[in-house]
């Protein structure tokens, strides 16, 4: 059976002639009795050191006595301050509104070699399952992508169809949220994005784009962003901007 282990006090034992050794410290045979019995040694003093404050004794021996806490210094690591925490201001994304008389969209996102190379986007409509790009899906029942593409000057493009949204969702506010991220390199960052919004028409895949035949053009709008997240894999990108269809705006 394992013993015990105590922590002993040199004046209950009468001990004042022994070799001690605590803090790294040898005191030799001789230590005068009454000194030896002001000093408790135990397994842990060693370890306390550097809480306790050194005061000089006779014959160059040093014992621990504490420093009253009013004397003690803190260390500038373990001072409390008071100064509040900085407040990081997270910038929202546009928003742009949608003409609620539409009934498509074509989204298109652009870059030349200034900007970078391969950029891959990310479509999604808030709240839907699913979102079209590269690694994603090719279309949803309101989302359709025109393909990836990898070249150093080029486009690609997204067809909404906002009429399938109205009906399915009628008097409802629905917001498109638009991403992309350098699947190679950056050199600006910059994305163009064009907005065509239609009335009417057929919508055709023609390569990575769209075409329209028929129909009427509503408006179209143009957007730059600065891009410069760059990963040779699979990840949701930055979000760009928002698209908003409400039907309180009629414009």
């Known amino acids: 059976m394992k013993k015990p282990t105590k922590n002993l ?46 005061t000089a004794l006779p014959s160059g021996i040093t014992s621990h006595e ?23 201001e997270v910038e929202e994304p546009e928003v742009l509104e949608i003409p609620y008389l539409a009934d498509h969209v074509i989204i298109r996102y652009r870059w030349t070699d200034e900007n970078g190379q391969d950029l891959d986007t990310r479509t999604s409509i808030v709240g839907q399952e699913g979102e079209v790009g590269w690694s994603r899906l090719n279309s949803t029942d309101y989302l359709t992508w025109g393909g990836d593409n990898t070249d150093a000057i080029g486009q690609e493009a997204v067809n909404i169809d906002l009429a399938a949204v109205k009906e399915d969702f009628p008097n409802a506010t629905v917001e498109i949220e638009l991403r992309a991220f350098w699947y190679g390199s950056v050199e600006d960052g910059i994305v163009t994005v064009d907005y065509e919004f239609w009335l009417g028409g057929v919508m055709s895949k023609v390569g990575t784009d769209f075409q329209v ?31 908003t269809l409400d039907p309180d705006i009629t414009s």
Do not use: C, H
Request: aromatic share 4%.
């Open 9 to 54: 006090l040199l004046s209950e034992v009468g001990l004042s002639r022994r070799r001690i050794v605590a803090a790294g410290q040898k005191l030799e045979e001789g230590l005068p009795g009454e000194i030896a019995s002001a000093v408790e040694f135990s397994a842990v003093s060693a370890s306390r050191t550097t809480r306790l404050g050194k």
């Open 66 to 88: 504490r420093t009253p806490i009013s004397q003690m210094r803190r260390s500038p690591l373990l001072q409390r301050t008071n100064k509040a925490a900085p407040v990081i």
């Open 213 to 243: 035949t028929g129909g009427e053009l509503i408006s179209r709008d143009t957007s730059n962003f600065e891009v410069l997240t760059q990963e040779s894999y699979d990840i949701d990108g930055e979000l760009l901007t928002k698209l």
